[in-house]
């Protein structure tokens, strides 16, 4: 485990859910023994997305709500890498609802982690896309306004093959679930349920102390669809399995379906030149002299092949 974590001090604050989904990581990334040449944490901006400055792997620290949008490049690039995205509810969800959606709807082999603590954690605790309507944290002036946006229905209905919620003060749970979603082949998002110690003050270690349960203590819960048949009956399962918020909120496993073909895999049928075994970024793109492969002349040629000529009126 020691060998992915890196000696950048973390600013975080003391007790912040982020330490134990960073823990969860590394322990995750040391038992499937991922080679860190080939792992990508990519992250956009946020008290969360400064996770890859922490673990030793290649890492890309990108701009507001687009790190979905960097990684989908990444894996595209090279369909070898495992890539894993950090971002907060605002992140992935706010500015980023529109790459996150994107992403299930490709079902692209990458998974996504949600540092969901329901505020806006660098820039002082205001609501989030996942703050109920009518709950009122420390910074917030009035209660909020709009509903919130629960990210487990949002990514069964946008295509997402692996579902899960964890906590992040359960390092050893989450490890299961993370190794899980990097291991299933497709689109996988983790929602990490985590305290924000300073500004959200409902949404507490003590709060969630009481409510939370496992949905694999019950042995009637099985999330993995096995049959095309059975997909749409597991969706409507764990919808209304995510919709549970009360006395009782359930972590876990919602819905596997590994039936699906991935992007990837559609992309390289229908582009014969994409090959997942020799993907773009592993192609010579210049010969032993140094002279690019397709130069100016060759470019030309190409391109022109793509000009559509249009008649003036």
């Known amino acids: ?24 990581m590394q322990k995750a990334f040391a038992e499937l023994n991922l080679d860190p040449a080939q792992t990508v944490v990519v992250s956009g901006i946020g008290c969360s997305s400064k996770t890859p400055h922490f673990i030793n792997v290649n890492g890309v620290h990108t701009i507001h709500g687009r790190g979905i949008a960097f990684a989908t490049g990444i894996k595209l690039a090279n369909p070898q890498l495992k890539v894993i995205v950090n971002g907060g509810d605002g992140d992935l969800l706010g500015i980023g609802v529109a790459h996150f959606v994107a992403l299930g709807r490709r079902n692209l082999d990458v998974t996504v982690l949600i540092h969901n603590n329901k505020v806006y954690g660098l820039t002082k605790g205001q609501a989030s896309p996942t703050l109920r309507r009518g709950e009122k944290v ?18 069964i209905a ?3 093959t692996f579902v899960a919620r964890a906590y992040s003060l359960w390092v050893d749970h989450l490890k299961e679930i993370l190794k899980a979603a990097i291991n299933h082949k497709g689109s996988a998002v983790i929602d990490v349920l985590q305290p924000c110690v300073t500004y959200n ?5 003590e709060f969630y102390k009481d409510r939370l349960y496992k949905l694999e203590d019950d042995p ?11 997909d749409e009956e597991k969706k409507a399962a764990a919808i209304k399995k995510a919709e549970e918020w009360g006395t009782r909120i359930p ?14 895999e559609r992309l390289a049928q229908r582009n014969p030149s994409y090959s ?18 397709v130069g100016p002349d060759e470019f ?12 003036k009126l």
């Open 251 to 264: 972590v876990g496993v919602f819905y596997v379906n590994p039936l699906k073909d991935t992007y990837e």
């Open 1 to 24: 485990m020691a060998s992915y974590r890196t000696e950048v001090w973390s600013d975080w604050c003391p007790g912040c859910g982020d330490f134990g989904i960073l823990a969860a």
């Open 300 to 311: 030309r040629k190409i391109f022109k092949r793509f000009i559509v000529n249009v008649k």
């Open 220 to 230: 009637s819960w099985d999330p993995i669809v096995r049959d095309p048949s059975e």
């Open 201 to 205: 003050d409902i949404y507490t270690a």
């Open 276 to 293: 997942i075994d020799n993907p773009p970024a592993l192609q010579p793109i210049s010969r032993e002299d140094g002279s690019p492969i």
């Open 138 to 155: 420390k910074s917030l002036p009035v209660p909020n306004l709009q509903d919130a946006v629960n990210p487990i229905a949002l990514a």
């Open 158 to 160: 946008s295509g997402y």
